[in-house]
């Protein structure tokens, strides 16, 4: 299984209203490319004082699956995302191996 998780630190002033879109349309968009069997929202407890961190996770069944996810499904879905919410937010990117 792999884990592809994007860690975003958020502007405080549209920390709820990221949440509301992720958790209501851009997970739910991620879900239906039907390259994920699995996702989840996490939230930093320990805060930065410039904003608001949180961990969306995703999870398939190979390395081949989300290679191509990346190619055919990101780029829009980052668009999207980079347009609701245009330099508010910023992300980075990590690939983690389910061993247990």
């Known amino acids: 299984m792999i884990l592809y998780n994007v ?18 349309v851009h997970m739910p968009d991620v879900m239906a490319t039907g390259f994920f069997v699995k996702s989840q929202l996490l939230r930093l407890l320990n805060e930065e004082e410039d904003g ?3 961990a969306a996770q995703y999870y398939c069944t190979s390395m081949e699956q989300l290679d191509e996810y990346q190619r055919v499904s990101a ?3 980052r668009a ?3 347009t609701r919410f245009p ?13 247990n």
Not at 7 to 24: G, K, Q
Not at 87 to 99: A, K
């Open 87 to 99: 330099g508010q937010y910023v992300s980075f990117r990590t690939v983690l191996e389910v061993i």
């Open 7 to 24: 860690t975003s630190s958020v502007d405080p002033e549209v920390a709820e209203e990221w949440v509301t879109f992720m958790r209501d």
């Open 75 to 77: 780029p829009g879905l």
């Open 80 to 82: 999207d995302l980079e």
């Open 52 to 54: 608001f961190t949180y």
